[in-house]
């Protein structure tokens, strides 16, 4: 019979770099990533994107070996590697067989440490980037989340844009790179994760060969919580379609109420058997994709609605939704819909983590939000304990009028920034 089990460990390199490990014996793949405590909220306005910009440049090239030759270090081995920046953290990563693992740390070594951030180079992946921002401004059912965040965090960094300003982009030097890397790109911040048949002690070893070259540095800064807003932003744009968000920020990924606020979102805005699924698109037909989502953060998190609806259904829409998030704060939801949806949660959570990607991903978060590793059984015990009252108590904290906010994006003239 297979065995089902998986085994945690952590050292802590003398360089104070983390290598956290899931070993999952049972799988021939292992799935690796170098997370940095790094993203746009430690930006500035006028670095705004940087964070994302050096992730792009970080595949362009290194004093060993050319962009081609990085694409292909891993794909020639069947395995693949890739990057993403987000709010508050940075993750460089590589999918493939447990037998390349040596391959993988390589690799992510020699970007990290040896890349050259050529001129040329920087230019042509302006352009890319640039092309990046044009999408996004083109697909507003992606945009009202970015306008949704700088509403809900004006003039903070946690409302910057992850791809940043467009003239920024285009002034961006090699300096400000070299600068931003030797304050943000250091091993206090740095996390080695990897899950799948993967030894412990041979990648630290591995981790303390190829990781020789990166400093420690003291420039860990505190991002100054954000005032609560309410109220109402419209935005005009070509879209054919109105799309909307509205909400609040709500819990840090260690604040025990997590569990609550996950039960909570579950029931009211995932999938189609949802409060709101059922409501605005089945009963009342006033959209095609309606659904809550929730992130949580270091020092804070995020809750929202989406919905895409006629640009003469908005008050409607928008009402459908404040009612249902009323109807959360009247009366506590009846245990068997609460059971209902601690299944559907717990399934979804297990069927997620069928993946090393997906147990590497959430070892990762762990080690950088908690310092401390919980099993699945944890979690899925913390999500058994959540009552009708936890829900209750979560909805009549966070939807309150006083601080919920709701972000417009209207077919309108198109206005260009």
Partial sequence: MQSTETEFKKTTLENGI???????????SVSIGTWLTVGSSYETDQTNGLSHFIEHMM????RTRK?????QSLESVGGHLNAFTGKEITCYYAHLLDEHLAIAIKILADILSNSIFDKQEMEKEKQVIIEELN???ETPEELIHDLFMSDLFPNHPLGYSIIGKRQNILNFKRQD????????YSTERMVIAAAGNVDHRELVQLVETQFRRFHHSNTLKQIEPCDLRHGRNVIENGAIQAHICLGTQSYSYRNPKKFALLALNTLLGAGMSSRLFQNVREKYGLAYSVYSFIDFMYDTGLFGVYIGTDRQKIEDSIG?????LEGLTQEPVSDEELQRTKSQLKGSLMLGLESTASRMNRLARMEIYLNDYFTLDDTLEEIDNVTPNDVLEVANELFREDRIYTTVLKPGAVVKS
């Avoid at 595949?59 to 290194?62: A, E, H, S």
């Fill in 18 to 28: 983390r290598v956290v490990t899931e070993r999952i014996p049972y799988v021939r």
């Fill in 67 to 71: 962009a081609f030759e990085i694409a």
């Fill in 177 to 184: 790179i070299f600068q931003f890397l030797a304050d943000h």
């Fill in 135 to 137: 999408a996004l401004e």
């Fill in 59 to 62: 595949f362009k090239g290194t």
């Fill in 320 to 324: 459908l939704i404040q009612d249902e």
